[in-house]
C-alpha cells in the first residue's frame, strides 16, 4: 500500500469556450493544479458536485482528453511525453468504467466481440482469447451463455459488469471508474461495489474512483480527495475525513449524507449561493462567497493545500 503507482502533479486542464472579436479568449479552468497521489492496491475516491471537474481529471490520467499542463507519473515514468504507441502499451495497464456502459457498448456487436476488441488491439495470441474472455465473463458474475447476446438484453447492472470484463480483459493495474454505479438502482450498487472490491483484491488492482455521491465513495474509498471548481481542498484517509472533515466546503458537503444511526446527531449545513461558473470563478479561495467562515484575506489569496494534522486541507481556518 506505500509504493505510489501513479503520481499527478499539477494537472490542469482549460477548455477554450470562445473568443469574441478583439476580446481574450476564455477558457473554462475545469481542473487546476490537481497533485494526486493513488499507491499500489488502494482506492482513492474523487468527490465533489457535479461539474467540478472529476471527470475532467479522470480523462486527462487517461489521455482520452490531453491535458493543458502538469505531469502524469505511472509507474516511474511521465505519459505526456508518450507518443501513440508507448500510449497505447500503458493503456493495457489503466482501463477505465464509465457510468453509463449502455452508450459505451456498442449496441450492434455481441458481447463476444465486445470483449474481444481489446484482445486484438494489444495483439494477444489468438489462442489466448477465447478462455480469458470466458474466465472473464464468469469472474464478474456472468456466464458464457450471455457472450453470444446483445448489450441491450441486459439489465444495467449485467451490463456495467459487462463494462468492468471489457475494462478487466487486458488485466490492468489501475482502473478509473467514473461514477460506475450512480446510474444503479441502490440494491444493484452495492452488488457492484462488492464485486469491484473483490476484483481488487482478485487482481491487486488500484482504483481511483469517482462519484459525486458520499455515501458510495464512504464504502469502497480508503482515501478521499473532495474537488471544488476544479481543486483538491482537502485528501485525507476516509474514516478522518467522514469523522471530521476539516474545510467548511468539506464540512457542508458531508453534512448532507443521511445519518443511519439515529442517536447521532448531525447538524445539515445548507450552503447559501449557488456553485459559481468554473469561467469566472471568485478570486481568492473559490469557495469564499459561500462560505461562513469567510475572512478578508479568503477574499484575496488563494489558500495553499498544506498538511494539518496528518491530511492535507487549503483553508486559512488552519
Ligand atoms: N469538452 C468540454 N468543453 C468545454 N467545457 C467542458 C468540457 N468538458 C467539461 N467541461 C466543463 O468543465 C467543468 C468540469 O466538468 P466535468 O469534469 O464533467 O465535471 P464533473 O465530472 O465533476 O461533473 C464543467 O464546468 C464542464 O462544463
Ligand atoms: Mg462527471
Not at 94 to 105: A, E, R
Not at 214 to 240: F, N, P, Q, T, W
Not at 263 to 278: A, F, M, N, V, Y
Request: proline share 7%; with cysteine.
Amino acid at each position: 500500500m506505500t509504493k505510489p503507482l501513479l503520481v499527478v502533479k499539477n494537472l490542469q486542464k482549460r477548455f477554450l469556450l470562445g473568443r469574441a472579436w478583439f476580446q481574450e479568449p476564455t477558457y473554462v479552468h475545469a481542473v487546476n493544479g490537481v497533485n494526486v497521489t493513488v499507491s499500489e492496491g488502494e482506492t482513492l475516491g474523487i468527490v465533489g458536485e457535479s461539474g467540478c471537474g472529476k471527470s475532467t481529471l479522470g480523462r486527462c490520467i487517461l489521455r482520452l482528453i490531453e491535458p493543458s499542463e502538469g505531469e502524469i507519473i505511472f509507474q516511474g515514468s511521465d505519459i505526456r511525453a508518450y507518443g501513440k504507441s508507448d500510449m497505447q502499451n500503458i493503456r493495457r495497464n489503466m482501463q477505465m468504467v464509465f457510468q453509463n456502459p449502455f452508450d459505451t457498448l456498442n449496441p450492434k456487436l455481441t458481447i463476444q466481440h465486445i470483449l474481444t476488441e481489446p484482445l486484438i488491439a494489444h495483439r494477444i495470441p489468438k489462442e489466448q482469447r477465447q478462455p480469458l474472455i470466458e474466465e472473464t465473463i464468469e469472474i464478474v458474475g456472468l456466464s458464457k451463455r450471455h457472450l453470444a447476446r446483445y448489450a441491450h438484453e441486459f439489465s444495467g447492472g449485467q451490463r456495467q459488469r459487462i463494462g468492468i470484463a471489457r475494462a478487466l480483459m487486458l488485466r490492468p493495474k489501475l482502473i478509473i471508474a467514473d461514477e460506475p454505479v450512480s446510474a444503479l438502482d441502490v440494491s444493484i450498487q452495492s452488488q457492484i461495489l462488492n464485486l469491484l472490491q473483490d476484483l481488487q483484491e482478485q487482481f491487486s488492482l488500484t482504483y481511483l474512483f469517482i462519484s459525486h455521491d458520499l455515501s458510495v465513495v464512504e464504502h469502497i474509498a480508503d482515501r478521499v480527495a473532495v474537488m471544488y471548481l476544479g481543486e483538491v481542498i482537502e485528501l485525507a484517509k476516509k474514516e478522518e475525513l467522514f469523522q471530521r472533515p476539516l474545510h467548511p466546503y468539506a464540512q457542508s458537503l458531508l453534512s448532507a449524507i443521511p445519518v443511519s444511526d439515529p442517536d447521532e446527531k448531525r447538524e445539515r449545513i445548507i450552503l447559501t449561493g449557488d456553485l459559481p461558473s468554473p469561467s469566472n470563478p471568485p478570486t481568492g479561495c473559490k469557495f469564499h462567497p459561500r462560505c461562513w467562515a469567510c475572512m478578508d484575506k479568503c477574499k484575496k489569496e488563494p489558500p495553499a493545500l498544506k498538511e494539518v494534522e496528518g491530511r492535507m486541507v487549503a483553508c486559512y481556518l488552519y
